[in-house]
């Protein structure tokens, strides 16, 4: 996926960034299992990459299919720089 706005999904371990990733490949959406950014400071070493587009909608299958979210962002790349921005999770819908 070579965007240079995106969305990033952390998890709290490897297994739920797997199941996350096995839950999105069901469908339709663009997304990618990638390294976790350095730039994030996280507990998994896997976090899922997706159009910003479809975040409402991928966090309300993650809650469904009880996959726990660490943390989320939205991502701007800038040539190599990369601008994080922090969504909390109180911010998107919990349904």
Same mark, same amino acid.
């Given at each position: 996926m070579e965007i240079s706005n995106y969305a990033i999904i952390t998890f709290g371990s490897t297994s739920y960034a797997l199941?996350? &990733?096995?839950?999105?490949?069901n469908l339709v959406k663009l +997304?990618?299992?990638? #390294?976790? #950014?350095r730039e994030?400071?996280?507990s998994c070493?896997?976090?899922?990459?997706?159009?910003p587009s479809f975040l409402e909608e991928c966090f309300?299958?993650?809650?469904? &299919?009880?996959? #726990?979210? &660490?943390?989320?962002y939205r991502i701007e790349e800038e040539g190599k720089k990369k601008?994080? +921005?922090?969504?909390t999770l109180d911010?998107? #819908?919990?349904?």
């Open positions: 199941k996350a &990733e096995k839950i999105m490949k +997304h990618m299992i990638i #390294p976790t #950014p994030i400071s996280a070493g896997l976090a899922l990459k997706i159009d309300r299958i993650l809650a469904r &299919e009880k996959v #726990p979210v &660490e943390e989320v601008v994080l +921005h922090k969504i911010q998107l #819908p919990a349904n």
